[in-house]
């Protein structure tokens, strides 16, 4: 999509709330959190630790289920799905990568890509489309290797291979540079960024670093559960893709 045309609504979060506990104990993590993305932004969210990043995030892929408040994400109003359709959409129109890559350590990258994959799109030996998705995230010749065997960035590109392969529309990733040097973090941040925008997918991405952020399109602060500062820049040429 060209800079500054935007795509239709992907996912609309409306006066979201999410308490934990209750009591004494009771965290209120989310307090009327409000945001629109377009099919196609690039979206990074920063905060400070605890502050609701890795709920509100949750809430987007159908993780965990607001206290209050409306998610929708692809036209779907997640509160009316059931779980049975929820188990597909967790898998195949969200994309998740997380800090830690939460690789199986047992399997090969090969594997762990592979036991992601639902019903492979595009038709085509699966096989192949595994091998195409770990060479697109420079891993060909790094296949039949377990993450023990891989550095951390090459562990976060099968992750982000296997976060692609039921070709999801939306990419959601928690501090995907968390657990990376700083050059590694910026060649996988590259890498991401590019895979959304060569796909038009969206991507909504947690960081704490600045550098990461700056590579967003939008930025959205949130703070002690609010969003406090949402750099909605539509219109605005994007950063990477510009
Ligand atoms: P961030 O990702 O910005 O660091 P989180 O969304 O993980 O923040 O957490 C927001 C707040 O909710 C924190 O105070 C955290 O301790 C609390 N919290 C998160 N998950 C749980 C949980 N499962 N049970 C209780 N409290 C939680
Ligand atoms: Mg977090």
């Known amino acids: 999509m060209a800079p500054g045309v935007q795509g ?57 289920v607001p206290t209050s408040g409306t998610v929708e994400v692809s036209g779907h109003d997640l509160a009316s799905m059931r779980e049975r359709d929820l188990t597909g959409f967790r898998r195949s129109v969200v994309g998740f990568v997380f800090q830690q890559f939460n690789l199986i350590p047992t399997l090969t990258a090969f594997q762990n890509v592979e036991a992601a994959a639902v019903n492979l799109p595009g038709g085509g030996e699966p096989a192949d489309r595994i091998g195409d998705l770990l060479t697109q995230v420079g891993l060909g010749d ?48 590259e890498l991401l960024t590019g895979v959304a925008a060569s796909g038009q997918r969206t991507l909504v991405l947690i960081t704490h670093d600045d550098r990461v952020a700056a590579a967003a399109e939008r930025v959205v602060t949130i703070r002690d559960g609010l969003i ?13 893709r510009g």
């Open 142 to 189: 790094r296949m039949d290797h377990r993450p023990a065997e891989l550095s951390g960035g090459e562990q976060q590109r099968v992750a982000i291979a296997r976060a692609l392969v039921n070709d999801p529309r939306i990419i959601l990733a928690d501090e995907p540079t968390g657990n990376l040097d700083t050059e590694t973090g910026h060649e996988v941040l």
């Open 8 to 64: 239709p609504v992907v996912i609309d979060v409306a006066a979201v709330t999410k308490s934990y506990g209750s009591g004494r104990g009771r965290v209120d993590a989310l307090r009327g959190v409000d945001l629109t993305v377009h099919e196609g932004e690039i979206v990074a969210i920063v905060g400070q630790s605890g502050s609701g990043k890795t709920t509100l995030l949750q809430m987007l892929g159908a993780v965990d």
């Open 228 to 240: 406090v500062d949402d750099g909605d820049t539509s219109g605005a040429p994007g950063g990477l």
